[in-house]
């Protein structure tokens, strides 16, 4: 297991991901955990027991964005957090899952977490190199090394993990090759993908939904029964001998994880001090962005552009 030991004015705080890992230059990205948590939601409700397990036990359809924001920051305190906070926040996780099970899945299932993990780490290193910059292969296999720990800690025994990058790309291959998703997966794909939004903020939705469907793969794209007509596939090839950045982005960043400075200047997550955090708020460290108001200012940003939640019965709900 990966540790860096952070000196604090309280002691030694044990962490489990080094402050120069890639993993943590990844998650401190704030548009690349979005696109990457959102393209790793498409290819999993591809699965049919995944996508039955979320219909079946999940808040997604009356509130898909608190839902991926909520899992958002559960999974932000495996990067920036204590090991002890990661390991409470991961026993937390567990223990949800253990309630979430019906006749054909169980939420603890090696195999379905296995899934789970592996298109979440595809994602991230893909929405990196699409939005940042291009992660060399040294560097992609090491954060996949870097990121087994967090398999580990949801339930996924390493010795059931693919054993190298390779092998997971191989995995993820092969079972793309063979899943067939299930009108209750599609359905959840069109809730997720065509929500009702003000003109202003269709722009930002529209590119959004260019990156994460664009970077599918293309069986499953077809296979989910999303549209991908000619001029989108012509502007998503364009947009990767550019690389544009996603509309909006810096946007939703600034209004979205602004918060208040913490006291002394500080981290709350890695513990480095820093006289930039009474002025910024943000720390230059590790990135985190100070304060307690996540959820409440992406709902802010959500009314701006009039991101609705869709109801079951299909009515907007406040």
Same mark, same amino acid.
């Given at each position: 297991?990966?540790?860096?030991?952070?000196?604090?004015?309280?002691?030694?705080?044990? *962490?489990?991901?080094?402050?120069?890992?890639?993993?943590?230059?990844?998650?401190?990205?704030?548009?690349?955990?979005?696109?990457?948590?959102?393209?790793?939601?498409?290819?999993?409700? =591809?699965? #049919? %027991?995944?996508? &039955?397990?979320?219909?079946?036990?999940?808040?997604?359809?009356?509130?898909?964005?608190?839902?991926?924001?909520?899992?958002?920051? &559960?999974?932000?305190?495996?990067?920036?957090?204590?090991? %002890?906070?990661?390991?409470?926040?991961?026993?937390?996780?567990?223990?949800?899952?253990?309630?979430?099970?019906?006749?054909?899945?169980?939420?603890?299932?090696?195999?379905?977490?296995?899934?789970?993990?592996?298109?979440?780490?595809?994602?991230?290193?893909?929405?990196?190199? *699409? !939005?940042?910059?291009?992660?060399?292969?040294?560097?992609?296999?090491?954060?996949?090394?870097?990121?087994?720990?967090?398999?580990?800690?949801?339930?996924?025994?390493?010795?059931?993990?693919?054993?190298? !990058?390779?092998?997971?790309?191989?995995?993820?291959?092969?079972?793309?090759?063979?899943?067939? #998703?299930?009108?209750?997966?599609? *359905?959840?794909?069109?809730?997720?993908?065509?929500?009702?939004?003000?003109?202003?903020?269709?722009?930002?939705?529209?590119?959004?939904?260019?990156?994460?469907?664009?970077? !599918?793969?293309?069986?499953?794209?077809?296979?989910?029964?999303?549209?991908?007509?000619?001029?989108?596939?012509?502007?998503?090839?364009?947009?990767?001998?550019? @690389? =544009?950045?996603?509309?909006?982005?810096?946007?939703?960043?600034?209004?979205?994880?602004?918060? #208040?400075?913490?006291?002394?200047?500080?981290?709350?997550?890695? +513990?480095?001090?820093? #006289? %930039?955090?009474?002025?910024?708020?943000?720390?230059?460290?590790?990135?985190?962005?100070?304060?307690?108001?996540?959820?409440?200012?992406? &709902?802010?940003?959500? +009314?701006?552009?009039?991101? &609705?939640?869709?109801? @079951?019965?299909?009515?907007?709900?406040?």
């Amino acid at each position: 297991m990966t540790r860096q030991r952070v000196s604090d004015s309280l002691g030694v705080v044990d *962490q489990l991901f080094a402050r120069d890992s890639i993993a943590r230059e990844i998650a401190r990205r704030p548009t690349v955990m979005a696109v990457a948590g959102s393209r790793a939601i498409l290819m999993q409700l =591809a699965h #049919p %027991k995944v996508a &039955a397990g979320i219909a079946d036990h999940s808040d997604f359809r009356t509130d898909p964005v608190g839902r991926i924001l909520r899992t958002a920051l &559960a999974f932000r305190s495996f990067f920036f957090h204590s090991e %002890k906070e990661a390991s409470t926040a991961a026993h937390r996780v567990r223990r949800i899952h253990g309630r979430v099970q019906g006749e054909s899945y169980f939420a603890n299932d090696p195999a379905l977490l296995l899934w789970v993990h592996a298109t979440t780490v595809a994602s991230m290193i893909g929405a990196y190199c *699409q !939005l940042v910059r291009e992660l060399d292969r040294r560097e992609q296999e090491r954060f996949y090394e870097e990121a087994k720990v967090i398999a580990e800690l949801l339930g996924c025994p390493r010795e059931y993990q693919p054993a190298d !990058l390779s092998a997971m790309e191989a995995y993820i291959e092969s079972t793309v090759a063979t899943l067939i #998703p299930t009108d209750t997966g599609r *359905q959840l794909v069109r809730e997720l993908l065509f929500v009702p939004l003000r003109p202003w903020g269709r722009p930002m939705m529209w590119m959004y939904r260019l990156y994460i469907v664009g970077s !599918l793969p293309v069986r499953l794209r077809d296979e989910l029964h999303i549209s991908w007509p000619w001029w989108s596939a012509t502007l998503w090839r364009i947009r990767k001998l550019i @690389r =544009a950045p996603l509309i909006g982005s810096r946007t939703l960043a600034r209004a979205t994880f602004r918060h #208040p400075s913490p006291a002394k200047g500080r981290c709350r997550d890695c +513990r480095a001090w820093s #006289p %930039k955090l009474t002025v910024q708020g943000r720390c230059p460290s590790c990135g985190y962005a100070h304060g307690d108001a996540v959820l409440e200012r992406v &709902a802010k940003f959500g +009314r701006l552009i009039g991101l &609705a939640e869709a109801g @079951r019965d299909g009515t907007r709900v406040a």
